[in-house]
């Protein structure tokens, strides 16, 4: 059961590193490996979602998510997107972008260093109000409650989460213009670049959300009118009709697919700006991204097949706390070099942490019973 429902993500895999090796060496291979662990563990949370979506719906739905599904998260968001948001930001075609990194990659450097601060801007902002967000929510099961509890009472104080990332964000921004003004420099004026590349990230964060919310509403919304109908009908067509896939393969599936679509381009989103922060290198975010998307696919499969989607409760808690560090470290790059490595293993560590911690609660609440 497990290897035939990850026998493409094991292929992908062994045929990404390979391909990272190929394309710059051993350290190349670490870089892919590090960036598809960080996919995994940003998505983790997303792949639980899905998998408690997706098994409300019928065969073909479940089908089309996972096929024209997987189109869209690895080729879309894991591949063209990073290309986009490079050209983007160095004012070049798509197609220049990837002949450059692939043909002067020095200068393609070059380029990618001049526009990492609107990236990192950009990026640490959504990151940042996706684990202000998590955080801020009152929540029944709590990681490390010494922490959360006062957090969540924090949280009823409105917006309070865009007011921090807001104050966040004009600090990077003041420091980064005072750092160049006082090295003379030429790119004074970067602090207005930051500072609209980081309203940019929220503006976008914020439209995501409403987009999710939309959806989710509508799908609430289809759901109570065919609970209303049923409830019209007799005992026995009631019976029939709740136990019927075929109520959500209509309006609620498309629905619900589109609600797949927007949350999987969110948690794709982070994982980009994510692997900014480990390489600049597209050829090797593709790799990794690609690999990482493979098993976020495959794991929503195994989950919904499995039917087991709480047995390690505190892995979602890990995977957001990881976003949190991640986006505190894109900010601060705006103006000091951090480790690649260091800023890959951090999520790593968080989410290695936040696994053992829900192996250890399961083992308590086995020995307790």
């Not at 197609?95 to 020095?106: G, P, Q, R, Y």
Request: proline share 1%; charged share 15%.
């Amino acid at each position: 059961m497990l290897l035939k429902t990850f026998r493409w993500a094991f292929a992908v895999t062994a045929l990404g590193l390979a391909a990272g090796v190929l394309y710059d060496g051993w350290t190349a291979l670490g870089i892919v490996a590090i960036l598809s662990v960080l996919e995994v563990s940003l998505s983790f949370d997303n792949a639980v979602i899905n998998a408690g979506i997706l098994k409300k719906m019928n065969a073909f739905w479940q089908k089309i998510f996972l096929t024209v599904g997987i189109v869209i998260a690895v080729f879309g968001m894991r591949l063209v997107f990073p290309v986009v948001i490079v050209a983007i930001s160095a004012r070049l075609s798509p197609w220049s972008a990837v002949h450059l990194a692939l043909t002067d990659k020095d200068r393609y450097q070059e380029l990618v260093t001049d526009a990492h601060p609107s990236i990192a801007a950009f990026g640490g902002m959504f990151l940042m109000m996706i684990f202000l967000d998590f955080v801020f929510e009152d929540r029944e099961i709590k990681w490390l409650g010494w922490l959360e509890r006062p957090l969540a009472k924090l949280g009823r104080v409105d917006m309070l989460s865009v007011c921090i990332a807001l104050v966040m964000l004009l600090v990077s921004a003041t420091t980064f213009g005072a750092h160049a003004h006082q090295h003379g420099g030429t790119h004074a004026d970067k602090a207005e670049t930051v500072l609209l590349a980081g309203v940019g990230g929220l503006i976008t964060y914020m439209v995501v959300g409403g987009l999710s919310g939309f959806f989710e509403q509508r799908l609430e919304n289809e759901e109570e009118r065919e609970r209303e109908r049923e409830a019209e009908q007799d005992a026995e067509q009631a019976g029939r009709s709740s136990g019927s896939p075929v109520k959500l393969a209509g309006k609620a599936a498309f629905f619900m697919f589109l609600y797949l679509e927007v949350l999987d381009a969110s948690f794709s989103f982070d994982g980009v700006i994510g692997a900014f922060a480990i390489t600049n290198d597209i050829v090797l975010m593709a790799l990794g991204l690609g690999i990482g998307a493979m098993y976020v696919r495959s794991l929503t499969v195994y989950l919904v097949r499995q039917g087991t989607l709480d047995d390690y409760v505190y892995l979602e808690h890990g995977a957001h706390y990881a976003i949190g560090a991640l986006s505190l470290i894109l900010l601060v790059t705006i103006q000091y070099e951090i480790n690649e490595i260091i800023t890959g293993l951090v999520g790593v560590v968080l989410i290695g942490a936040s696994f053992w911690s829900s192996v250890r609660r399961n083992r308590a609440l086995r020995a307790a019973s």
